[in-house]
């Protein structure tokens, strides 16, 4: 099972974390479609964190462009 609080915090969405053990205190029926959202939303926030740091890295490292001989 996913800590979705630590995720949450480890992203340093403080506001959203927050929210989430408001949502959580309410009761569990309210939360089992949320839960699958906030987990989906969270994998696609790593995938793009993870995309831009590597375009990052590959424009720091300035390397050459590519370019056809034709």
Same mark, same amino acid.
């Given at each position: #099972?996913?800590?979705?609080?630590?995720?949450?915090?480890?992203?340093?969405?403080?506001?959203?974390?927050?929210? *989430?053990?408001?949502?959580?205190?309410?009761?569990? +029926?309210?939360?089992?479609? +949320?839960? *699958?959202?906030?987990? @989906?939303?969270?994998?696609?926030? @790593?995938?793009?964190?993870?995309?831009? +740091?590597?375009? @990052?890295? #590959?424009? #720091?490292?300035?390397?050459?462009? @590519?370019?056809?001989?034709?």
């Amino acid at each position: #099972m996913r800590d979705l609080m630590a995720e949450l915090k480890e992203l340093r969405l403080h506001g959203m974390a927050t929210a *989430w053990a408001e949502l959580t205190a309410q009761g569990e +029926s309210n939360t089992a479609s +949320s839960k *699958w959202l906030l987990e @989906h939303l969270l994998e696609q926030e @790593h995938t793009d964190r993870a995309m831009r +740091s590597v375009s @990052h890295q #590959m424009n #720091m490292a300035k390397l050459p462009m @590519h370019r056809d001989l034709a």
